[in-house]
């Protein structure tokens, strides 16, 4: 896996995978301190902005299909909260419409994918939900713009899509928060994304700021979805629970209960910290990053203090 590192005072940088089409520009990184401040991850697997020449050329509508592909400058909000609270972070580099890691490697429409000689490595089955809606592995459609690819993609392209930007960013993701539950006993992946304003934000039934998922509890301790709903109801947010979004691949990978390892979703509506044209940075960012930052300390409070004993113990 090809790694680069350097260091920040007393954290580390580190970038990881390959964005095909690139000399090299890491798909992902990671930014961890060395003392490991708490035991929660904050992952950001849809901010992705590093657009190929050959990706934009094929897409049909390279301007509005990327703007609402991606969770449009949310890791902005997170690399604000991991500076506040010492949480390591994952980012994601390559878009979305290149490779979406919130997908199986399987859910894909393989009618949008020409055959070839260099095999994924993946069985050539019926798309899944997700692919047959157009979001699969590798979008195909959106609502409103159609088709998004002016042909097929290669066989081999995906292949390198997988190889270098899918697959070490989840084995770098379950790697993190192993070494967090090792090291506390416990931990918490907070994958965060953003969503379009669900609706009027005032009458009688106003839309969502936040949408806390957790796969109807697959995927996270009960507690914590209670803690992180109350938290922003005090803060004057209204936030609601896996409706309109649960999670998705990466809460079912990833978060394991069980094994110590709990996982939400936090959906965080672009309205708070976007302009009003929802394309750039807004006079919301740093007060959305406070409340953000805010929740990230009070769930690392619970995780740490229902952690194992004998792990904290040694801390």
Not at 83 to 88: D, E, F, K, L, M
Not at 106 to 131: C, E, H, L, Q, Y
Not at 149 to 169: C, D, F, K
Request: hydrophobic share 40%; charged share 25%; with cysteine.
């Amino acid at each position: 896996m090809d790694r680069r590192e350097t260091g920040l005072g007393e954290s580390a940088k580190a970038a990881f995978g390959s964005i095909p089409g690139t000399e090299g520009m890491p798909a992902f990184s990671l930014r961890r301190r060395r003392d490991a401040a708490m035991p929660v991850l904050i992952a950001v697997p849809h901010a992705g902005r590093q657009y190929t020449d050959g990706l934009l050329a094929r897409l049909r509508h390279p301007g509005e299909a990327s703007l609402r592909l991606e969770d449009r400058y949310i890791d902005l909000v997170a690399e604000g909260v991991s500076r506040a609270t010492g949480a390591p972070l994952l980012v994601a580099h390559a878009p979305r419409a290149m490779i979406d890691l919130n997908r199986a490697p399987d859910d894909i429409d393989w009618d949008m994918v020409a055959t070839g000689d260099s095999p994924t490595g993946v069985a050539r089955g019926a798309a899944g939900r997700r692919a047959r809606s157009g979001l699969g592995l590798v979008p195909r459609r959106l609502p409103g713009l159609g088709e998004l690819w002016s042909g097929q993609l290669a066989e081999s392209e995906l292949t390198a899509r997988i190889a270098g930007v899918h697959r070490p960013y989840h084995q770098a993701l379950a790697r993190t928060l192993e070494a967090l539950r090792d090291r506390w006993g416990a931990a918490l992946l907070v994958d965060l994304h953003s969503m379009p304003p669900l609706g009027p934000k005032r009458g009688a039934d106003p839309a969502a700021d936040f949408v806390i998922g957790d796969r109807f509890g697959a995927a996270c301790d009960s507690r914590l979805a209670r803690v992180a709903l109350d938290y922003l109801e005090r803060e004057g947010m209204l936030a609601v629970h896996n409706r309109p979004y649960a999670g998705g691949y990466v809460l079912d990978r990833h978060g394991s209960p069980a094994r110590r390892i709990d996982a939400l979703q936090l959906e965080v509506c672009r309205s708070l910290y976007l302009d009003r044209h929802l394309r750039e940075p807004g006079a919301g960012l740093a007060e959305t990053v406070r409340i953000v930052s805010a929740l990230v300390r009070r769930l690392a409070d619970e995780v740490a203090g229902g952690a194992a004993p004998s792990k904290l113990a040694a801390e």
